[in-house]
């Protein structure tokens, strides 16, 4: 495609990549450090909070400034905040790792409308496939991420994770060079503005409620599989790849999700994903430790991974303001609420067992699925 050579959106969609290791990075380090499911959970709410419920803050400021600093600044704070938190033990080193979740907060509304906008550009108003092409980079990030992770602390321990800060500095300031134009984000016309107020509080909410079952369902699946492969008596090799191939599968669904929904209707293309992703996970729910997990898991992250960009575009298309702010919004509330959500099931998880949370995640896609054949453009 031609959109790969453009420097923009190449440096964007990698810039996606980097960002999207380290915050994949998380849940195998916090599995090596030894905290417990519940313990994860309420961390990993925390920095997903801490990530999602300031990027509206960073869209509108983007809208306004431009993305230069925000984008190329986002890769460079996690840089320097991830090395602190493999650098300081104990309580200094989270907190440092909460704080690097800022960088992910800044850098992902600007780098959704970058995508969007040179989509419309350069592919004849097909942004759908382009934004689901950022987001698929974004996705191998957490596809390679834990994979990653795990190959370097089982052989180099925590002294080799500072492979990645390294990697993301030269990728951080060759995004500020490509940005360098720092253009503001184009602002809807008022006709545009009206007629998305008019559309109703009622697409609204089930969109909400669409792009929150399929957080919640992700987020269970990314941040409690490696807890649950390890007590399996797994390696940080094999849970580290349980989790990769979860977010590999969601990448290539993303793809598959965008290329189908600029050709046919967004929420039928939704709905179908949701409906397919039941099965397995259900039957991961069932089996135990097997090799069919690796068929399983990342077929369960295509289907619920073909939604994501559907849901970014359509939120990008109602909500009122700039589109950095949507793009904030809905980012927002997608990584908010599938926080929320997560720290429910790692307690139930932890009471109750990981199956039965895998039980509970299929329920929420099957009640996601008909929902979403509401949101009509």
Known sequence: ???????????????HFMVDVFNASRPVLLTYFGLRESQIALFSTIYIWASALTQPLFGWLSDRMGPRWLAAGGVLWMTVFYSGAIFFPGTLGLGCLIVAALGSSSFHP????????????????????????????????HFAGPILTGLILASL???????????????????????????????PAQAAASHRTKAGLAFILVL????????????????????????LGQSATIYGSMAGLFMGGSALGNVIGGYFADRYPKRVVAALALLFSAFPIFLISRIGWSG???????????????VHSIMVVLAQRIIPGGMAL??????????SSGALGLLYT?????????????????????FASPLALFLKE
């Open 110 to 141: 600007v780098g959704a409308v970058q995508a969007a906008l040179r989509g419309r550009e350069l592919m004849k108003g097909r942004e759908t496939t382009s934004t689901s092409l950022f987001f698929t980079a974004g996705q191998m990030g």
């Open 157 to 187: 321990k925590i002294p080799g994770m500072y492979i990645l800060p390294l990697v993301s500095i030269p990728i951080g300031f060759s995004l500020m060079q490509q940005l360098q134009d720092n253009h503001p984000h184009p602002q």
């Open 326 to 335: 949507a793009s904030g919004l809905i980012l927002g509330f997608i990584f």
């Open 208 to 231: 909400m409620i669409v792009a929150a079952m399929q957080s919640w369902a992700q987020a269970n699946m990314v941040n409690l599989i490696p807890k649950y492969i390890k007590d």
């Open 1 to 15: 495609m031609s959109i790969f050579l453009d420097p923009i959106f190449s440096f964007v969609a990698l810039s």
């Open 346 to 366: 790692g307690y139930l998880a932890e009471h109750f067992g990981f199956p039965y949370v895998m039980t509970l995640t299929t329920g929420m896609v099957l």
């Open 292 to 306: 069919w997990l690796y068929l399983l898991v990342p077929l369960a992250g295509l289907g619920t991974g073909a």
